[in-house]
């Protein structure tokens, strides 16, 4: 009988300094089932641990879809799988969650994350697509599905990510797209764009005030922006005349948001999500969303209040629900979030 040698043990990479300044560096935060006592004095700073997604409005939404034992749900954006994972419990026995992402490179993390918390495929079906395919999963399904939930935020662990090019914190290839194995990154977006183009992204993917100036600064660049830093120091000389730095902030994210929807065509998948939403809920379903902007935000109202008035739903949230007060201290990037959500009407389908 042969006796299998342990791997050699490696030494963690050393960083320079008493803390860790580099995404990959984090090892505490990016494994937060390990080093959990370590996670939770970062997130009782208020802070949102490197590479960790901490769920939002996750009471709230089990509070909207009313899980019960034996129904069928789906998480439209499965993202760390924070919602998913609250969901399950509350539909045992005999109930199927259904879960979908894009993102080829966390998709397999997350599946592993949940598989090894004891979510089985009888029970956890997770699929790689576009949320706006949805009605693809129907006939597995069984026709249609008791609650969906869509949170349409990035993920911590993207915008973490230097090598994923969400953010202008981190220096890093200029991509921004939710699914790095489909499509044309945004510095190449950037490349094929007109300065007027371009300008009308910015105020509409955005509102962004600047639009203008940004655009007139990146497009004379002699060079291709293809870096986060490069886009960065472009928007930061178009803003040279504003002494403001909390306006800088503000501009430079609303920039690379801009330019994230732009190349995953978000807001196209949003519409085409909606159209199909009603249609993908049995009767009586229950639909709750997550919304991080004004654009998102003003096409899930009017899809919602236009199904209301054909009968389609039977109610809609009068107003957009905010995170408890405690939850937009401990976790900043909950503070943009809007809940809104649907009662489906027992009128047929088709």
């Not at 494994?31 to 949102?48: C, H, L, S, Y």
């Not at 789906?74 to 026995?93: C, K, M, Q, R």
């Not at 990146?218 to 909390?246: E, M, N, Y």
């Not at 998102?296 to 209040?305: G, H, K, L, P, Y």
């Amino acid at each position: 009988m042969s006796i299998e040698t342990p791997p050699p043990h490696v030494r963690r990479k050393r960083y320079r300094g008493t803390h860790p300044r580099k995404f990959e560096e984090k090892y505490k935060e990016l494994d937060p089932q390990k080093f959990a006592a370590d996670v939770e004095k970062v997130i009782a700073r208020g802070q949102t641990p490197a590479g960790m997604h901490r769920s939002i409005c996750v009471n709230e939404i089990i509070s909207i879809l009313h899980p019960r034992p034996g129904e069928t749900s789906l998480d439209a954006t499965l993202g760390f799988g924070g919602h998913t994972e609250a969901i399950i419990p509350l539909l045992l026995p005999g109930g199927r969650h259904f879960a979908v992402d894009v993102d080829s490179i966390e998709l397999p993390r997350t599946e592993a994350r949940l598989r090894k918390l004891g979510f089985a495929k009888d029970v956890l079906v997770i699929r790689k697509m576009n949320f706006a395919g949805i009605a693809q999963l129907l006939p597995e399904a069984g026709g249609g599905f008791d609650c969906i939930v869509a949170d349409l935020g990035v993920s911590s662990m993207q915008l973490d990510d230097p090598a994923r090019g969400f953010s202008y914190k981190n220096d890093g290839p200029l991509d921004l797209r939710l699914n790095p194995m489909r499509g044309s990154p945004a510095s190449t977006l950037l490349q094929s764009m007109t300065e007027k183009s371009l300008a009308e992204l910015l105020t509409k993917n955005a509102d962004e005030p600047h639009a203008e100036a940004i655009a007139q600064e990146i497009k004379k660049c002699t060079s291709p922006i293809i870096t986060t830093r490069q886009l960065a120091d472009a928007v930061r000389a178009a803003l040279s005349r504003f002494p403001d730095i909390k306006e800088h902030k503000r501009t430079l994210a609303r920039t690379f948001q801009a330019l994230r929807i732009g190349v995953n065509d978000e807001f196209g998948a949003l519409d085409r999500f909606l159209d199909v939403l009603p249609w993908c809920m049995k009767p009586g379903a229950r639909a709750a969303i997550l919304t991080f902007h004004s654009g998102e935000d003003s096409r899930v109202e009017q899809a919602f209040q236009k199904s209301l008035q054909s009968g389609i739903y039977s109610s809609i949230a009068p107003e957009p629900l905010r995170p408890a007060p405690e939850e937009q201290r401990s976790n900043p990037r909950s503070t943009s979030a809007r809940l809104r959500w649907a009662i489906r009407s027992n009128l047929p389908a088709f």
